[in-house]
């Protein structure tokens, strides 16, 4: 049987050639647009103001939704973890992060991972396969329906990192196009300001996501101030060494918009990466690129069988000491939902845990 067209990774230029094609006019692609991605409806049974004979052509050609939701685990910090299936039940995890002033949705590019970061517990996935531009999507409006209720506004901002399980730039296509879904006003309307793409190092497309005219920001993964060390963390390093990829980043650079800055992300490993000579390597090293940039120093999650531990508290604040005196703006990201294997490097489709109770019509 051929595989049903998931409108939710579709634009409202795709949804209106689409109806049109089924011989419908075009105000019912733009209310299909508005019922997906406003409503953030996810069947076509609930759209209501579509006639019904309407919705059971739509039903036998494509669908509102592919991904059921298998698990939701709730942290103790409010942090909320969901573990999805595609039609061809493969995982796929995202992450709702409740703040103060904005919540953050962390959301998953591809189930699994291909690359074989040795500190990642999705690495031990392997790739399993590339999500699509609406199954990307999806995972937004779950988390958003979960958080606040079908269609609710978020009452504060939202912002979105792709920081799940995969790496975006191996699917850089279905990528942005979910994320030009993403920002239309008339949907879901989070804009790229908010939204922060991290790589490992794929480095023509840094290069790539440098020529968009609007570009989320960019975050590279850095994990390690040499190339010996790189290379045994982060295998991709020997496909693209540090001076390529941070070349790739003082391109990117030219495009930075003022106040902006690079992000690099620096998992923090306890004697493994965190010394004082390392944390100078490090500086030195960002500092001979000469790039602006912000350094975010991520506590290691511990999660078997990752043979690492996390640096303790005090390496922590000496690293980031070091790196300041030398000049680089230096952050710590505080670990969010530990405790439901839903932080950095966490998502691997762990089950064991006690789910929370029944997840509610999302
Ligand atoms: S850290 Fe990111 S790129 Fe590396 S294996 Fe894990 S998910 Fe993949």
Known sequence: MKEKIHLTGYTEAE???????LGQPAYRGRQIFAALQHRRLRSFEKMTDLPKDFRQQLEQHSTASTLTIESRYIS???????????????????????????????????????LQCTFCLTAQLGLLRSLTAAEIVE???VALNDAYGVGVQPPKGTNLVGMGAGEPFLNFESLIHALRVINDPKGLHIVPKRITISTAGIVPRIHELAAMTDRPHLAVSLAAP????????????????????????????????????????????DKVNDSDEQARQLANLLNR????????????????????????S???????????????????????????????????????LRTSPQISQI
């Open 139 to 141: 995972q937004i409006i």
């Open 76 to 114: 103790q910090d409010g942090t909320r973890r969901y573990l999805m299936k595609t039609h061809d039940d493969r995982p796929v995890e995202t992450v709702f992060i409740p703040e103060e002033r904005r919540d953050t949705i962390c959301f998953s590019s591809q189930s699994g991972c291909p």
């Open 314 to 352: 005090e390496r922590v604040d000496t690293f980031q000491s070091i790196l300041e005196t030398k000049g680089i703006h230096t952050y710590v990201r505080k670990p969010r939902g530990r405790d439901i294997y839903a932080a950095c490097g966490q998502l691997a489709a762990r089950r064991e």
């Open 226 to 269: 040499t190339d010996e060390l790189r290379n045994e963390l982060m295998p991709i390093n020997r496909k693209w060494p540090l001076d390529q990829l941070l070349a790739a980043c003082k391109e990117f650079e030219k495009t930075l918009k003022p106040g902006e800055l690079l992000t690099f992300e620096y998992v923090m490993l």
């Open 15 to 21: 949804l209106i050639a689409f109806v049109e094609q």
């Open 289 to 312: 690129h000469g790039l602006r940039a912000k350094v975010n120093l991520i506590p290691h999650n511990p999660a078997e069988p990752l043979p690492y531990l996390p640096s303790p």
